[in-house]
C-alpha cells in the first residue's frame, strides 16, 4: 500500500520569479560588458529569446530528483502542489538539470541571429530546480493511509466457532487467529 503513494512536490513561485529577475541583470552585465553601448535592437531580441526559453523550462519544471524517486521509470505519476491544491503528474513531463542543459542547446540550433556566446552559459548558469520535494506532505499522506489500515480482517462475533480441532487452517483462518493474538 505504501508504495503506492505518490510522493508530493511544490513548485517554488517565489524562487523562479527572483531567478528571472537575476537573469535580466545578469543578462545586462553580460551584453553590456560585450558590446557596451551599441546594438540595441540585437539587444532586445537577444533578451526576449532569453526570457522565451527561460519561462518555457520554468513553465514546465526542473525537478528535483531525490530518493523517493530511485529506481523508479520516468513515467510514474507524482503529486505536484500548487497553493495546497495537488496534481497528479508525470514524471516524465519535467526537465532534470540535464534535460534542460540540453533544451537550452536545441533552443540555440533554431535560431539565428543572436549571440549564444553570451546567451548560453548565462542561461545555463540560471537552471535550478524549481520543483522541490515536499517530505512532510509526503510523510502526512503516508500516516493518514497506513492509520485507515484495519488491524483485523474481518469480523468476529463473541462466541462464534473460529477452529475446530482436526480442522485445516487455511490462510485466512490463520489471520483470523493471529488478530485475537493482539
Known amino acids: 500500500i505504501l508504495k503506492d503513494i505518490k510522493p508530493f512536490f511544490r513548485k517554488n513561485i517565489e524562487e523562479t520569479n527572483q ?20 546594438n540595441i535592437v540585437s539587444k532586445e531580441k537577444n533578451k526576449i529569446f532569453a526570457n522565451k526559453i527561460f519561462d518555457t523550462l520554468y513553465n514546465k519544471g526542473v525537478i528535483e530528483l531525490v530518493q523517493e524517486l530511485e ?36 533552443e540555440f ?3 539565428k541571429d543572436v549571440d549564444k556566446e553570451v546567451l548560453i552559459p548565462l ?16 510523510e502526512k499522506e503516508r500516516q493518514t493511509t497506513l492509520s485507515k489500515i484495519s488491524a483485523t480482517k ?10 475446530s480441532r482436526g480442522d485445516i487452517i487455511t490462510a485466512d483462518k490463520y489471520q483470523v487467529l493471529l488478530s485475537l493474538k493482539t
Not at 531567478?19 to 551599441?38: G, P, S, V
Not at 513531463?93 to 542543459?101: D, K, L, Q
Request: proline fraction near 2%; aromatic fraction near 10%; glycine fraction near 2%.
Open 109 to 111: 540550433n533554431t535560431v
Open 19 to 38: 531567478k528571472k529577475q537575476e537573469l535580466q541583470n545578469a543578462f545586462e552585465d553580460a551584453w553590456n560588458k560585450k558590446y557596451k553601448k551599441i
Open 71 to 106: 529506481n523508479k521509470p520516468f513515467d510514474i505519476t507524482i503529486n505536484l502542489l500548487k497553493k495546497n491544491i495537488a496534481e497528479a503528474r508525470n514524471l516524465n513531463s519535467f526537465c532534470t538539470i540535464t534535460t534542460a542543459n540540453n533544451f537550452i542547446q536545441q
Open 154 to 163: 474481518g469480523m468476529i462475533e463473541i462466541g462464534e466457532r473460529i477452529i
Open 123 to 138: 542561461l545555463q548558469s540560471f537552471v535550478f530546480q524549481n520543483i522541490k520535494y515536499d517530505p512532510d506532505i509526503t
